[in-house]
């Protein structure tokens, strides 16, 4: 069975202070996916990123980066210089099969920028 | 530019009543999916669709009910609502690409 854990239940930062979102995950599968999603206040999710495991290459989009290591199973997620915008509950989810019946979530981390 | 439209965004319940939960999508999507999300659980699939016409379990089916008769809509019925169904309920869609587009939400209270 697959586990995502997010040991981090809430994080408060100063705003344009840099923040990491942890994101711990257990397979025994070689093959698999890799997600963050964010949820607004608003409500709905918000797809980030996807990354598969045979690509451990970190990646950069404007203020955000994820940093994928597999020799600790970890799949962190960075945010530079925060905004009250990026204020939010973070989600970090694994697949082992493509297709998102397979998907498991953590319970997430809520973030509070404080202006 | 709509993606995927659930309603109703709220609604209350007595223990055993009925309701249907509609989902639609305008991107043309294959996949559908259900998910409920409680607090401390993160989210948890009730039910999915891979196509029009087909309807599989998730991780929690049981005391719901769904169907895909159009490839847009994606229906969630709850026959006789359980406290325990008092959550809130996401909709989602997705193409090839794996990503998922989410509805707002609905918030469901049993009493």
């Known amino acids: 069975a697959q586990k995502v854990t997010q040991a981090q239940t809430e994080i408060s930062v100063v705003e344009k202070e840099d923040v990491t979102l942890d994101c711990v995950y257990e397979?025994?599968?070689?093959?698999?996916?890799l997600f963050w999603y964010k949820q607004p206040p608003s409500g709905e999710l918000v797809f980030l990123i996807r990354?598969?495991?045979?690509?451990?290459q970190n990646e950069i989009s404007g203020r955000y980066s994820w940093n994928f290591q597999k020799s600790t199973s970890s799949f962190n997620f960075t945010i530079t210089a925060s905004q009250v915008v990026d204020s939010a509950v973070y989600f970090c989810?694994?697949?082992?099969?493509?297709?998102?019946?397979?998907?498991?979530f953590g319970t997430g981390t809520r973030l509070t920028i404080i202006p | 530019n709509a993606g995927v439209t659930q309603t109703p965004k709220f609604r209350v319940l007595k223990t055993g009543q009925s309701m249907t939960l509609l989902c639609a999508q305008d991107?043309?999507?294959?996949?559908m999916y259900w998910y409920r999300q409680d607090p401390g659980m993160g989210l948890r699939l009730i039910h999915y669709?891979?196509?029009?016409?087909?309807?599989a379990k998730g991780e929690v089916p049981d005391g719901y009910n769904v169907s895909r008769l159009k490839k847009q809509n994606f229906l969630l019925g709850l026959e006789s609502a359980a406290p325990s169904q008092t959550s809130v309920y996401f909709c989602?869609?997705?193409?090839?690409?794996?990503?998922?587009?989410f509805g707002s939400g609905t918030q469901l209270s049993v009493l």
């Open positions: 989602a869609s997705s193409g090839l690409d794996e990503k998922l587009f």
């Open positions: 397979t025994r599968d070689t093959t698999y996916y």
């Open positions: 990354r598969n495991s045979f690509d451990e």
């Open positions: 989810a694994l697949s082992v099969d493509f297709g998102n019946e397979k998907l498991t």
């Open positions: 991107m043309n999507h294959e996949y």
């Open positions: 669709s891979v196509g029009e016409g087909t309807t």
